[in-house]
């Protein structure tokens, strides 16, 4: 049976990217719903094998949105029905929310190319990869705590879960209308901007090549073949 993959978007700009490339590649079934639109809109555990969790600008502890609740009752459903989850930042963050962890404010926002201090390179190669949060998560009880950097724990696997507190799945173009949406509004200095669109020609194809990895760690680790 072809492995059924269900990505939940929170605005038209967080994409699966290049992490829906790959499980396409791997003769995965894709689909993506838009979760910022409520319960109705989210789909039943029964309908995917995998349950990926994208980035929002929301957050999932201050000031949330309505729609976050139902979402994490989606999520708290995946894992008690053992389906595997893989949480990219705010989803990372839901994920750890759902497995008992807190959130909390970083020090400060993260924004831009991190390199990872990671104890497992093979399952969270350790980039440079596009880290964007002002938020953080704690381990979840149980979890094993994989990388981080200065600010906070960038990724965490607990048995077919992993959370992770960067973004993997981007490309230029996303971060170009993320770029667009927060610079008018002072949230990016133009400083950060600039790195943030250099980086994708100074790393090229490496950041991609590491992202199909952590995906294909993931999908091992939840006993798919690839």
């Not at 696997?157 to 173009?173: K, M, S, W």
């Not at 950060?192 to 995906?215: C, I, K, N, P």
Request: glycine residues 10%.
């Amino acid at each position: 049976m072809t492995p059924r993959v269900a990505f939940l978007q929170h605005s038209e700009w967080d994409r699966p990217g290049g992490l829906g490339e790959r499980a396409r590649a791997l003769g995965m079934e894709t689909t993506s719903y838009r979760a910022d639109q409520g319960a109705d809109a989210l789909p039943a555990p029964s309908t995917f094998d995998l349950l990926v969790v994208m980035g929002s600008s929301a957050s999932t502890e201050f000031a949330s949105p309505s729609w976050v609740a139902p979402e994490r009752r989606l999520v708290a459903q995946a894992v008690d029905q053992g389906v595997p989850v893989l949480g990219v930042c705010f989803g990372g963050q839901l994920l750890a929310q759902v497995l008992g962890a807190r959130i909390n404010r970083a020090p400060e926002r993260e924004i831009g190319w991190r390199l990872l201090d990671t104890d497992d390179p093979a399952a969270i190669p350790p980039g440079p990869w596009v880290s964007w949060h002002e938020d953080r998560f704690d381990p979840p009880p149980g979890a094993r705590v994989v990388a981080r950097t200065g600010h906070s724990l960038q990724a965490f696997i607990a048995g077919v879960h992993t959370g992770l507190q960067f973004h993997p799945e981007v490309d230029a173009r996303i971060v170009g209308q993320w770029l667009d949406d927060d610079l008018p509004d002072g949230k990016v200095t133009p400083e950060q901007a600039h790195e943030l669109r250099a980086g994708f020609a100074v790393h090229g194809r490496d950041t991609a090549d590491q992202a199909d990895q952590l995906f294909d760690g993931f999908v091992a680790r939840a006993g798919l073949p690839v």
